[in-house]
């Protein structure tokens, strides 16, 4: 639980107080676990809900711009600056530890709006529609969010000296 | 299709959501412009990355650690 917590805040004592708020939430609602719905996963649904809780209540610090991290386009919509192969697979890349506390740290400069949506989905493996409810807003919005999230972290990955070793 | 259009599209068609019609328009897209070819094969590597670098080094929480943590709170409460 605290490992789901210290992911999607940076600070360690948030994420320790995250888990505390979670037990508490487990505790006050265990009479309202449904018992077709696996343990594990209601647990993780109130820890994540907590960590959310605990960021919204941060005060945000300044953002990168989304819209700077995202693909640019020539008027007859080719890519103004074309983009290439990666000189390393993902495999190789991520047998440097060095190198997976960089990616860690360029997922923590997306803006909080968008790396949540691509933790929700691609980490927590949460579907469309339970992150959709979980951050309450459409199931369009969580898709627009997501594909951007990932292509803002595509461009600030790609922009690592490693990458292109 | 423009670069722009599929990048636009690029996550519906990894998603298998385009219609046929649209798809295949995207793989002809593909198969002639190879920096859109890059743009997907890189795109594909950053999730890729993203789940490796985010996953539990321990693994998954098992089943049976949340039940025995249930069972405690439940007998926790009891004894309030």
């Not at chain 1, 995250?18 to 309202?32: E, G």
């Not at chain 1, 719905?37 to 994540?48: D, E, F, K, M």
């Amino acid at each position: 639980m605290l490992a789901v917590a210290r992911r999607f805040l940076r600070a360690e004592e948030d994420a320790r107080d995250a888990v505390q708020d979670a037990f508490l939430s487990a505790f006050r609602a265990i009479d309202r676990f449904e018992g077709d719905a696996r343990l594990s996963t209601w647990l993780h649904r109130i820890v994540v809900n907590a960590a959310l809780m605990k960021l919204r209540s941060r005060q945000r610090k300044p953002e990168i711009s989304i819209e700077e991290l995202l693909p640019k386009y020539l008027e007859d919509g080719h890519h103004a600056d074309p983009p290439s192969l990666w000189q390393r697979s993902a495999e190789s890349l991520l047998e440097q530890h060095e190198l997976r506390h960089a990616v860690r740290d360029q997922i923590d400069r997306l803006p909080d709006n968008y790396r949540t949506v691509l933790l929700l989905r691609d980490i927590e493996e949460f579907t469309t529609d339970e992150t959709a409810q979980i951050l309450d807003v459409t199931e369009n919005a969580v898709k627009i969010r997501l594909h951007r999230a990932r292509q803002a972290l595509r461009e600030l990955i790609g922009a690592l000296p490693e990458i292109q070793r | 299709m423009t670069c722009r259009d599929l990048a636009d599209f690029l996550m519906a068609y990894l998603d298998d959501e385009l219609p046929a019609d649209q798809r295949a328009s995207f793989s002809a897209h593909l198969d002639e412009c190879p920096p859109c070819l890059a743009y997907l094969k890189t795109y594909e590597e950053t999730v890729k990355l993203g789940k490796s670098v985010c996953s539990d080094p321990q693994g998954p929480v098992p089943d049976d650690v949340p039940e025995r943590l249930i069972q405690a709170i439940l007998s926790a409460r009891e004894q309030n």
